[in-house]
């Protein structure tokens, strides 16, 4: 059974910075390209970050480049995300899977929930 655990939200002030954590098991996370994703309210759900499986392909969305930095423990099976620089227009509940464009299962964690705000 895969199970994703998404942990390290909160509320910050702006250009303030936050580190999210996402646990994985039930499938053979060093195979895997791991993702981040996000969803705002009333907005669809978008990729923000990609990572192949051995960390040496990289791919953030534009508005998130020069301050979010994705990386993974495949030892420990899981998936960080340093967020810098933080602006209110990152707040969403942050969700991360497998895969990077078509998430690779069907089942999400309960996501993070980061606020940006004074």
């Known amino acids: 059974q895969v199970q994703l655990v998404e942990s390290g939200g909160g509320l910050v002030q702006p250009g303030g910075s936050l580190r999210l954590s996402c646990a994985a098991s039930g499938f053979t996370f060093s195979d895997n390209a791991m993702s981040w994703y996000r969803q705002a309210p009333g907005k669809e759900r978008e990729l923000v970050a990609s990572?192949?499986?051995?960390?040496?392909?990289?791919k953030y969305t534009e508005s998130v480049k020069g301050r979010f930095t994705i990386s993974r423990d495949n030892a420990k099976n899981t998936v960080y995300l340093q967020m810098n620089s933080l602006k209110p227009e990152d707040t969403a509940v942050y969700y991360c899977?497998?895969?990077?464009?078509?998430?690779?299962?069907?089942?999400w964690g309960q996501g993070t929930q980061v606020t940006v705000s004074s």
């Open positions: 899977n497998a895969g990077t464009v078509v998430p690779r299962f069907d089942s």
């Open positions: 990572i192949d499986n051995f960390g040496d392909s990289i």
